[in-house]
Nanobody, 115 residues
Framework: QAQFVESGGGLVQPGESLTITCAAP????????MAWYRQRPGESRDWVAHVTNVKIAAYNDAVRGRFTISRDNARNTVTLQMNDLKPEDTAVYYC?????????WGRGTQVTVSS
């Protein structure tokens, strides 16, 4: 089964913005709730935000008010707009459904926030 493909990561300074995108496999169901997760160095993978099939979003307290998740069902994409980035946001970001499926993890996209 095809995996998710994340893109758009990079190196930014604290306070800057970045948008990352997830391209879902062609067999992604529009009924799935979709999520972004992140894994910081030396830590486990954590949930960041998710958006339901009816576009209701929820956020981890650490990012609420700074990050915005959205989805385009016609294009099978999920986007995470990240504003006011902080060094602690440095991580590899992954997308997957909720609940996640191990066989769908992609390679992630690295986001580094550093001055």
């Amino acid at each position: 089964q095809a995996q998710f493909v994340e893109s758009g990561g990079g190196l930014v300074q604290p306070g800057e913005s970045l948008t990352i995108t997830c391209a879902a496999p062609g067999n992604m169901h529009n009924q799935w709730a979709m999520a972004w997760y992140r894994q910081r160095p030396g830590e486990s993978r954590d949930w960041v935000a998710h958006v339901t099939n009816v576009k209701i979003a929820a956020y981890n307290d650490a990012v609420r008010g700074r990050f915005t998740i959205s989805r385009d069902n016609a294009r099978n994409t999920v986007t995470l707009q990240m504003n006011d980035l902080k060094p602690e946001d440095t991580a590899v970001y992954y997308c997957n459904r909720i609940p996640f499926q191990d066989n769908l993890w992609g390679r992630g996209t690295q986001v580094t926030v550093s001055s």
